[in-house]
């Protein structure tokens, strides 16, 4: 997050009338509900995430043993199975 000076960015009156609220501090201003983001949606991880799950999925359904694709990704047995059992 960065940090951005309220005199560059608001009319003057309204910075005059948070500095009534606080002065000198740091206020946080939360995003909208409706503006909000997914985790990872924002840098692409999650689909990258969902196409490893996809692969993960594929090559145990052609036969790769659990064991095999911890190993290949770097995951634990339970983490694998977690992805191969999952609704897609």
């Given amino acids: 997050m960065k940090y951005r000076n309220a005199k560059a960015l608001l009319p003057d009156a309204l910075v005059r ?5 606080i002065q000198g501090g740091y206020l946080y201003v939360p995003t909208e509900q409706e503006q909000k983001k997914r985790w990872g949606e924002a840098s692409g991880y999650r689909q990258e ?3 490893r799950n ?6 145990y359904q052609q036969g790769c043993s659990v064991d095999s694709l911890a190993e290949k990704y770097c995951l634990s047995v339970h983490a694998i ?3 191969i059992y999952q609704k897609p």
């Fill in 81 to 83: 199975r977690k992805i």
């Fill in 17 to 21: 009338e948070l500095q009534r609220y």
């Fill in 54 to 59: 996809r692969q993960i999925r594929e090559q």
């Fill in 49 to 51: 995430l969902q196409w």
